[in-house]
């Protein structure tokens, strides 16, 4: 992990809500991993300040080209001071941070959930499933289609995306469940990924248990510390029928889907 200030390369809008940016790093930060989260100290905003750092999912990162990606959405004080770096500006980040994703060699159909933030998330996860030679069926969740980010990425790596969406009343844990079902009966499920929706979550952790199925997914929390120091983003897992408290910012944010409790 190290702390350091990275130099921004674009900080583009993606759509209403979200931006892009790109910075360069040294090559230790670029060593992360799909899972892992970087703590960024925000720029403050006119008349507004930030106090603590925020935890943002990679995105993408380049070992070659030293650089690292965020997605993100602009929610906040913090999230508008992103909004105002500009090519060029220095912005402070922390990481790599936590657990990431461990995709086990044997898993050659995976079926990726996403909702919002989360689809930033899975996203790394298209390269290092294809690097593994796995093949990714993208379940990708939104409130409408302009909303839907990460399919590119998915697509690019030759991944089937499958788009859900609230304006369309395809996003529906009934409809979810469905879907998958369906990929459970054509063999293209053996192994769960999720991030971004407890609903969606839910479902997997029931279709995981009935067709004993692995599975990981990434929680989102609310973190200060991010380092595993202030037990602020403390959440229960339910071991083997034993509830057990773990900080997702140390032990996470990557979980066994079947131990979350969403
Ligand atoms: Fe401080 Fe996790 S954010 S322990």
Redesign the pocket.
Known sequence: MVSELAVVITNEVVNDEYRHLVARCSKQAATAAPGQFFQLLCPQPPGETPFLRR?MSLYGVDPVKQQVEFLYKVTGAGTRGLDMLQSGDRVDIMGPLGVGFTLNPAWTNIVAVGRGAGLATLAPLAKAAKENGAHVTALLSARSPDLLVSAELFQRQGMTVISITDSEATSGPANVERIIRGLIGEGRCDAFITCGSSRLTRVQQRLAKEFAIPGQVALE??????????????RDFNIDGEIVSR????DGPVFDLREALV
Do not use: S, T
């Open positions: 935890p929390q609310q973190m200060a510390c991010g380092i595993g120091l202030c037990y602020c983003c403390v900080r997702v910012c140390w």
